[in-house]
């Protein structure tokens, strides 16, 4: 049972922590975990890539993400200057953070599912340098879209990453974003 993630944001987003959120989560259900960024001259608004595996088996191979189960998607116009749904595997899904209804994206091929992380990211005030944070919204959204990991351990890896003001806000991001996932299937 070996899943595998592909995040795509824009430098500064959070995608990296994204994926080691996911991976956190994952762990604390005794799955064995892989979570890993891609850099190459990125800056912060360029696009950029994470990747997350999921397994109940150890994990051998080491290489970036090709063909993703899933694809985790923090900007929504990211989707039109960078192919997310490359290599996405048949029945894959895109959980992708925009204000559109999934059959308003236009993907082909895929399962999307959409969710106003922004959204709740300026409704909860979470903000760092000014700008949304949409990570810990992002992965309460792939709980519910895939069942891959429970929220409750998504909550525990936002207690175990953050405290005070900052868990609490990053906690009810991920419950909200849970909660107003919009699946297209």
């Not at 999307?112 to 903000?127: C, F, K, P, S, Y």
Request: glycine share 8%.
């Amino acid at each position: 049972m070996l899943k595998e993630i592909r995040i795509h944001g824009r430098g500064g987003q959070g995608s990296v922590t994204a994926a080691e959120l996911l991976a956190h989560a994952a762990f604390t259900e005794g799955k064995w975990v892989q979570a890993f960024p891609y850099f190459g001259a990125e800056r912060r608004g360029a696009p950029v890539k994470a990747f997350a595996r999921l397994s109940d088996k150890p994990i051998l191979v080491h290489s970036q993400i090709y063909y993703p189960d899933y694809v985790m998607v923090l900007d929504h116009a990211i989707y039109k200057v960078v192919d997310v749904t490359e290599g996405l595997k048949k029945d894959g899904i895109i959980i992708m953070n925009t204000r559109k209804r999934p059959e308003e994206i236009g993907l082909k091929n895929c399962r999307v599912a959409t969710v106003d992380a922004t959204g709740i990211a300026l409704e909860l005030n979470l903000l760092v340098a000014g700008l949304p944070v949409v990570n810990t919204s992002i992965v309460g959204a792939f709980a519910r879209a895939t069942g891959e990991v429970k929220l409750t351990s998504v909550l525990k890896a936002v207690k175990d990453t953050w405290s005070g003001s900052a868990e609490e806000k990053n906690a009810r991001a991920a419950e909200l974003a849970y909660e107003r996932l919009m699946k297209g299937w």
